[in-house]
């Protein structure tokens, strides 16, 4: 096992253990204690390993430097230290499987539960690899302590080689992307970069600048109240309303029905009683005007049950969250001609994905930091089967050293 593959290891396992799920539900920012406790870890890391101004802001994003040793843009190496609020992810028991043998991983806590290489071909490549999973009922968080894991592992070895040549370099982890919140205005500032790259992709070689752009939709029905002894043609029920608003979605426009390039609608969340109910959309589309069209589906859903049932209040409100990376990146694809060749003189071949989600990246670049993402190596995200091969994050180790050397000297 090569030293990076070493420092990967023991610093995932180690993160992964560590809770730092979001909190959809909050208010606050970050949106769970958890995540500044994790932010502390990382902080204390970076003064270890030597790096400058090293800071730790209001949002619990961290942030620090890389003095460069070259002229040559400012690049930022990012990651986000949240998992997802989708799935259990507290007391998280990382398992180190060596020279996995290409079989069945069964997991300790959970016997129903198999990851299978032939239902996902890809670990089918990876025997011999050293594989993490979880135990089997809590989700990994490779999403994105993956990415935590291979920048912290290469701005170790920049800082441990102060000959290997490279521009300014700053490193941030952020927090709540799962949520679509890590990412505003001041950050971009703080950050301070001409571009930078996200490492939170998936399989080895992929650069991701297209992605979703994103809405959220929040329906609200407001029924009449009784008690049901006495209903009799006043009681107007919430939740069968909310009921009627989820089957007129389409099914052929659901995540479950859709691929490639077609955009969905995802009911994500009903909550309330009889009386009240809130109903969560989100809605995803590579394009403007598709994910315009999908909105105004959804309110005329809303306005026809409305109609259905005038006794009822019922409103939709639709939020923006995230845009598509490309509107931006096709003007200034500095960073993506730099990761494509940093690519190839590793010896991989670029995969240009367009990815069906979003990532911190979409909002950088949205608001002026152009920010595309790469792979980092995470695989069955956001629930019990996620998995990383220590071997893939150890390319993107090298991926992310061979961009700050070829930094040097590009224009500024």
């Given at each position: 096992?090569s030293d990076?593959?070493?420092?990967?290891?023991?610093?995932?396992?180690?993160?992964?253990?560590i809770?730092?799920?979001?909190?959809?539900?909050?208010?606050?920012?970050?949106?769970?204690s958890?995540q500044?406790?994790?932010?502390?870890?990382?902080?204390?890391?970076?003064r270890?390993?030597?790096?400058?101004?090293?800071?730790?802001?209001?949002?619990?994003?961290?942030?620090?430097t890389?003095?460069?040793?070259?002229?040559?843009?400012?690049?930022?190496?990012?990651?986000?230290?949240?998992?997802?609020?989708?799935?259990?992810?507290?007391?998280?028991?990382?398992?180190?499987?060596?020279?996995?043998?290409?079989?069945?991983?069964?997991?300790?806590?959970?016997?129903?539960?198999?990851?299978?290489?032939e239902?996902?071909?890809?670990?089918?490549?990876?025997?011999?690899?050293?594989?993490v999973?979880?135990?089997g009922?809590?989700?990994?968080?490779?999403?994105?302590?993956?990415?935590v894991?291979?920048?912290?592992?290469?701005?170790?070895?920049l800082?441990?080689?102060?000959?290997?040549?490279?521009?300014?370099?700053?490193?941030?982890?952020?927090?709540?992307?799962?949520?679509?919140?890590?990412?505003?205005?001041?950050?971009?500032?703080?950050?301070?970069?001409d571009?930078?790259?996200?490492?939170?992709?998936?399989?080895?070689?992929?650069?991701?600048?297209?992605t979703?752009?994103?809405?959220?939709?929040?329906?609200?029905?407001?029924?009449?109240?009784?008690?049901?002894?006495?209903?009799?043609?006043?009681?107007?029920?919430?939740?069968?309303?909310a009921?009627?608003?989820?089957?007129?979605?389409?099914?052929?426009?659901?995540?479950?029905?859709t691929?490639g390039?077609?955009g969905?609608?995802?009911?994500?969340?009903?909550?309330?009683?009889?009386?009240?109910?809130?109903?969560?959309?989100?809605?995803?589309?590579?394009?403007?005007?598709?994910?315009?069209a999908?909105?105004?589906?959804?309110?005329?859903?809303?306005?026809?049950?409305?109609?259905?049932?005038?006794?009822?209040?019922?409103?939709?409100?639709?939020?923006?969250?995230?845009?598509?990376?490309?509107?931006?990146?096709?003007k200034?694809?500095?960073?993506?001609?730099?990761?494509?060749?940093?690519?190839?003189?590793?010896?991989?071949?670029?995969k240009?994905?367009?990815?069906?989600?979003g990532?911190?990246?979409?909002?950088?670049?949205?608001?002026?930091?152009?920010?595309?993402?790469?792979?980092?190596?995470?695989?069955?995200?956001?629930?019990?089967?996620?998995w990383?091969?220590?071997?893939?994050?150890?390319?993107?180790?090298?991926?992310?050293?061979?961009?700050?050397?070829?930094?040097?000297?590009?224009s500024?």
């Amino acid at each position: 096992m090569s030293d990076f593959a070493k420092d990967l290891e023991s610093r995932f396992v180690r993160y992964c253990a560590i809770d730092s799920q979001a909190d959809d539900k909050s208010g606050t920012h970050p949106s769970s204690s958890v995540q500044i406790e994790m932010g502390k870890v990382l902080e204390q890391e970076l003064r270890e390993i030597g790096a400058s101004d090293v800071t730790r802001n209001d949002h619990g994003a961290v942030l620090a430097t890389i003095p460069g040793n070259r002229s040559g843009p400012t690049i930022a190496f990012m990651a986000h230290m949240d998992t997802t609020p989708q799935f259990n992810a507290t007391g998280v028991k990382p398992r180190v499987i060596r020279t996995y043998d290409g079989g069945d991983i069964r997991y300790p806590d959970n016997a129903s539960l198999v990851l299978s290489p032939e239902q996902v071909p890809y670990l089918s490549e990876k025997v011999g690899d050293t594989i993490v999973t979880a135990s089997g009922t809590t989700l990994l968080g490779a999403d994105d302590k993956a990415g935590v894991a291979i920048v912290m592992t290469a701005a170790k070895h920049l800082i441990d080689n102060p000959d290997l040549p490279h521009g300014p370099i700053r490193i941030c982890f952020t927090t709540d992307e799962e949520i679509g919140k890590g990412v505003y205005p001041a950050l971009v500032q703080e950050v301070g970069a001409d571009f930078a790259y996200t490492f939170d992709g998936q399989k080895v070689g992929e650069i991701e600048f297209e992605t979703f752009s994103a809405d959220e939709a929040i329906i609200r029905i407001e029924g009449v109240s009784i008690h049901p002894g006495l209903a009799k043609d006043q009681l107007v029920n919430a939740v069968v309303l909310a009921s009627r608003f989820v089957a007129a979605l389409p099914r052929d426009m659901s995540p479950e029905t859709t691929e490639g390039r077609e955009g969905y609608v995802h009911a994500t969340e009903i909550s309330g009683g009889s009386s009240e109910v809130v109903i969560r959309v989100i809605i995803r589309d590579y394009e403007l005007d598709g994910l315009a069209a999908k909105g105004q589906m959804i309110q005329d859903i809303a306005a026809e049950l409305q109609a259905f049932e005038p006794r009822a209040k019922i409103s939709c409100s639709i939020r923006a969250q995230y845009r598509n990376m490309r509107y931006w990146l096709e003007k200034d694809k500095r960073p993506v001609d730099l990761a494509e060749r940093a690519m190839i003189e590793i010896g991989q071949t670029p995969k240009f994905t367009a990815f069906r989600g979003g990532t911190d990246g979409s909002r950088f670049t949205e608001m002026g930091l152009p920010c595309p993402n790469l792979f980092a190596g995470m695989q069955e995200i956001h629930g019990p089967l996620e998995w990383v091969s220590v071997q893939d994050m150890e390319v993107a180790v090298a991926l992310m050293l061979k961009i700050a050397e070829l930094g040097v000297g590009t224009s500024e």
